[in-house]
C-alpha cells in the first residue's frame, strides 16, 4: 500500500520512538532524505507526494537498522565534519562533532605562528589514527597550501581516507602511510604541526558506552586500562619530530588533561600548554606549543 511522505515520517517517528531513540523524528526525516536523495526541506514541502511500496518497504528495512542499535552514520554511510561529507562504513571511527575543535583550534594556531602562511604555504601536518581522514582532509581542504600526512594502522581506513581525499580535491597533499603511530612515519621527518584524536577510553570508561559505540571499532576508542596508551607512545616519540615553532594537538577525553600534561613534562622541553574546551564545557584539546628545539629521541 502506497503512503505518502508526511505519513511515512509520522509511522517512523513513532517506530523509533517506542525503541527508545532520542530524537525519532529527526532521524527519521534523516534516513527519508537520504533514501530519497533530497534535502530535508523537500520532505515538507512535498509531503503530500507517495511512495511507491518498494520505497516504503527500503525506508523500513532502514529504521529497523537503526532501530537495531545500528549508528546512524553507518546506515546512510555519511558524516558531515567540518561542514564536509565523509565517507564512512563499519570498521572505521564516526568523526565526532566535538573533534571539529581539534581542528579549528589547530588552524588557528597556524594563523597565530606562521601569519605570513595562513593558508598553510609550505607546512607540513601529521595526523596520527586518521580514521576516515576527516581530520587530515579538513585542514587541507581549509589549509590548501600545507601538505599532510596521514597514519592508520588499519588498510581498510587508509583505503576510506583515500576516497574522502580525492571527493574533497586534496589527494595530491595527504600522503597516506600504514602502521601504529610513529612506527609509519619515516625516521628524522619533521613537521610543524603533529595532530592526534587517539583512543582514549579507559577500562572502566569501556564498560559504560552505549551499545551504539560499542558497534564501532574497538580499536579506535580502548586506550588501554587508564585510557592513556596512546598518549604515551605519541608523546614519547615526539621528540626530534616537531620544527620550532611546532604544534602537538591532542584531543582528550574527560578528566585527562592533567594526566596527559604530566606526560608531556617527561620530555625535556619548554612546552607552552593551552587547555581547550568544547561547548559543553568539557576539557577536549590540549596544545602543546614547542618554540625552542627538542632534541633528537
Given at each position: 500500500?502506497?503512503?505518502?511522505?508526511?505519513?511515512?515520517?509520522?509511522?517512523?517517528?513513532?517506530?523509533?520512538?517506542?525503541?527508545?531513540?532520542e530524537?525519532?523524528?529527526?532521524?527519521?526525516?534523516?534516513?527519508?532524505?537520504?533514501?530519497?536523495k533530497?534535502?530535508?526541506?523537500?520532505?515538507?514541502?512535498?509531503?503530500?507526494?507517495?511512495?511507491?511500496?518498494?520505497?516504503?518497504?527500503?525506508?523500513?528495512?532502514?529504521?529497523?537498522?537503526?532501530?537495531?542499535?545500528?549508528p546512524?552514520?553507518?546506515?546512510?554511510?555519511?558524516?558531515?565534519?567540518?561542514g564536509?561529507?565523509?565517507?564512512?562504513?563499519?570498521?572505521?571511527?564516526?568523526?565526532?562533532?566535538?573533534?571539529?575543535?581539534?581542528?579549528?583550534?589547530?588552524?588557528?594556531?597556524?594563523?597565530?605562528?606562521?601569519?605570513?602562511?595562513?593558508?598553510?604555504?609550505?607546512?607540513?601536518?601529521?595526523?596520527?589514527?586518521?580514521?576516515?581522514?576527516?581530520?587530515?582532509?579538513?585542514?587541507?581542504?581549509?589549509?590548501p597550501?600545507?601538505?599532510?600526512?596521514?597514519?592508520?594502522?588499519?588498510?581498510?581506513?587508509?583505503?576510506?581516507?583515500?576516497?574522502?581525499?580525492?571527493?574533497?580535491?586534496?589527494?595530491?597533499?595527504?600522503?597516506?602511510?600504514?602502521?601504529?603511530?610513529?612506527?609509519?612515519?619515516?625516521?628524522?621527518e619533521?613537521?610543524?604541526?603533529?595532530?592526534?584524536?587517539?583512543?582514549?577510553?579507559?577500562?572502566?570508561?569501556?564498560?559504560?558506552?552505549?551499545?551504539?559505540?560499542?558497534?564501532?571499532?574497538?580499536?579506535?576508542?580502548?586506550?588501554?586500562?587508564?585510557?592513556?596508551?596512546a598518549?604515551?607512545?605519541?608523546?614519547?616519540?615526539?621528540?626530534?619530530?616537531?620544527?620550532?615553532?611546532?604544534?602537538l594537538?591532542?584531543?582528550?577525553?574527560?578528566?585527562?588533561?592533567?594526566?596527559?600534561?604530566?606526560?608531556?613534562?617527561?620530555?625535556?622541553a619548554?612546552?607552552?600548554?593551552?587547555?581547550?574546551?568544547?561547548?559543553?564545557?568539557?576539557?577536549?584539546?590540549?596544545?602543546?606549543?614547542?618554540?625552542?628545539?627538542?632534541?633528537?629521541?
Amino acid at each position: 500500500m502506497e503512503i505518502n511522505i508526511k505519513q511515512a515520517l509520522r509511522e517512523a517517528a513513532y517506530f523509533l520512538r517506542s525503541c527508545g531513540l532520542e530524537y525519532p523524528r529527526s532521524e527519521a526525516e534523516l534516513l527519508l532524505s537520504f533514501l530519497l536523495k533530497r534535502e530535508r526541506i523537500y520532505l515538507y514541502c512535498r509531503g503530500e507526494e507517495r511512495l511507491s511500496e518498494l520505497g516504503r518497504q527500503q525506508y523500513w528495512n532502514l529504521l529497523e537498522r537503526r532501530a537495531q542499535g545500528e549508528p546512524l552514520a553507518y546506515v546512510t554511510g555519511r558524516k558531515e565534519f567540518m561542514g564536509l561529507s565523509f565517507i564512512v562504513h563499519p570498521g572505521v571511527l564516526i568523526p565526532r562533532p566535538e573533534t571539529e575543535h581539534l581542528v579549528e583550534w589547530t588552524i588557528k594556531w597556524v594563523e597565530d605562528h606562521y601569519s605570513d602562511s595562513s593558508r598553510g604555504e609550505g607546512l607540513r601536518l601529521l595526523d596520527l589514527g586518521t580514521g576516515c581522514g576527516n581530520i587530515a582532509i579538513s585542514l587541507a581542504y581549509y589549509l590548501p597550501g600545507a601538505e599532510v600526512t596521514a597514519v592508520d594502522l588499519e588498510k581498510e581506513a587508509l583505503r576510506l581516507a583515500a576516497r574522502n581525499a580525492e571527493q574533497h580535491g586534496v589527494s595530491e597533499r595527504l600522503r597516506l602511510l600504514g602502521g601504529s603511530f610513529w612506527e609509519a612515519v619515516p625516521v628524522r621527518e619533521r613537521f610543524h604541526a603533529v595532530i592526534s584524536n587517539p583512543p582514549y577510553i579507559s577500562l572502566e570508561m569501556l564498560a559504560h558506552l552505549s551499545q551504539e559505540v560499542k558497534k564501532e571499532p574497538p580499536g579506535a576508542l580502548y586506550g588501554g586500562e587508564d585510557g592513556l596508551d596512546a598518549f604515551r607512545t605519541i608523546i614519547s616519540g615526539i621528540q626530534g619530530r616537531l620544527f620550532v615553532p611546532g604544534l602537538l594537538a591532542l584531543e582528550i577525553g574527560q578528566g585527562q588533561a592533567v594526566p596527559v600534561i604530566s606526560l608531556a613534562k617527561e620530555i625535556p622541553a619548554e612546552w607552552e600548554v593551552a587547555i581547550k574546551k568544547d561547548y559543553a564545557g568539557t576539557e577536549r584539546v590540549l596544545l602543546f606549543t614547542l618554540d625552542r628545539a627538542l632534541p633528537a629521541g
